[in-house]
């Protein structure tokens, strides 16, 4: 669980600090930064598994398209930054299985890991490909005493904090780094990152110079080496941007395909057959049909068929007609239900989901329905953290009101723009606000507030439309039909 995320250098975020609880919702209008956020959760989680250069090449520019690597670097005027830095706070999963099947088990479980990437300035020998270099990587230990100042959301600390929250370390950090050159293109002869063993100042260090590494040594941990390494390693590993698309889910499976769920949500015959066998099937599928009735209609039944000639697996759906359709004739709304329908009955799904605008594909009136699902897949604080209540956390953003005005309060970040200065040239960097009176003022330093007329804005966009300036020849709009006025957001006239 991703409870607190500090970002500068990375595209428009500069010197960002958000807090985030099990559900957080961030608005805002396109272009203001939204997207770059959930874009640096990714990188991040790249990190944990790829090399510097793979992770940098799969993240989107603005166009939706891969970046190039120097255009991951906050740019001013025509120049860009040469060092990005982030910094996690994070809750992660114990135990946790490496690369070669071995299991680790983490001494604590609330850690904070930080990286610092540069843009090389010259082509070292080692390197000679690779633009980027590590300039800083540590993992430490947050202390037990220390939860309540970190975990600012409302929580039962009895029932879910202490579950959660576990274990104790004495002596050094799990990753440090030591030794001179920490700007980019200086020298890096002597700047070196250690790997230590968990058993705090006992072992030696697993050592490596920075300059020659091609990822991060998060990347690298085993269970062996470093159990509480790895469970920071998979935890970062499961954060998932899910992009839906309709197509992927309308697929069926081959029998001998993955049964996770993938971000485009491929898979999900595969996926939904493995539950319904490990568990008790009719059971699985009732309680599918059962809650996608209570979003979207009257659903009779759910299940996976298996064509055993073809070797496949196809989703089907009987509708209140008592007609079976296949996955392909559903449509896309009911086929995004059905897939985060199924995520929520999943117990490994990943600890992390990132959801880009929930409303698309949905008909208003299921909007609510829609972020009630989402709500629900996150962990309840208030209730023991177990498989029936998994440490799971969603974030969404959007730019829909609609989406706003349906989430609680204190879930919300408004997400805009403001200018700034670096070196005396101005730029424009994404700043992420909170409304006042709830969690996120505890520290005032960590979240600015929204005015009430910022939000008022927001939430009524048809004031807008509403007093624009009237011109000739032009078609009646809806909002201007005398017969609307008293049923739409600023209607001017009153009930009599």
Known sequence: MLTRLKVDGFKNLVGVDVQFGPFTCIAGANGVGKSNLFDAIRFLSKLANWSLLEAALSVRDDSGRNADVKGLFHRVGNSSVEKMSFEAEMIVPSPAIDDLGQEGKATTTFLRYTLEIGLRTSKPQAQPTNPLEILKEELVHILQSDAPKHLLFPHNAAQWRRKVVKGKRAGVAFISTAGIGNEPGTDTKARIIKLHQDGGGKGRAYERAATALPRTVLSSATAAESPTALCARREMQSWQLLQLEPAALRQPDEFTAPSQLESNGRHLAANLYRLATHDDSDKVCSQLANRLSELIGSVRRVRVDRDEKRELSTVMMTNPDQTELPARALSDGTLRFLALSV????????????????????????????????????????????????????????????????????????????????????FTKAVFACLPNNWRN?????????????????????????????YHHRKRRIIDHPEFALFTPSGTQGAT
Do not use: F, W
């Not at 989430?407 to 101005?426: F, N």
């Not at 520290?443 to 009430?452: I, P, S, Y």
């Open 442 to 470: 505890k520290d005032q330093a960590r979240c600015q507030e929204v005015g009430k007329g910022e939000m008022l804005s927001y939430l009524n966009p048809t004031a807008v439309l509403r007093h624009e300036a009237p």
């Open 343 to 426: 995520l929520e009955l999943d117990t490994q799904t990943p600890s992390l989901i990132c959801l880009e605008e929930p409303e698309n594909g949905i008909h208003p009136d299921r909007i609510p329905a829609m972020l009630r699902l989402l709500q629900d897949l996150a962990t309840d604080p208030e209730e023991p953290s177990d498989e029936s209540n998994p440490l799971r956390q969603v974030i969404v953003n959007t730019h829909s009101p609609s989406v706003v005005m349906a989430v609680p309060d204190d879930s919300v970040l408004l997400a805009r723009t403001e200018k700034a200065l670096r070196e005396g040239h101005p």
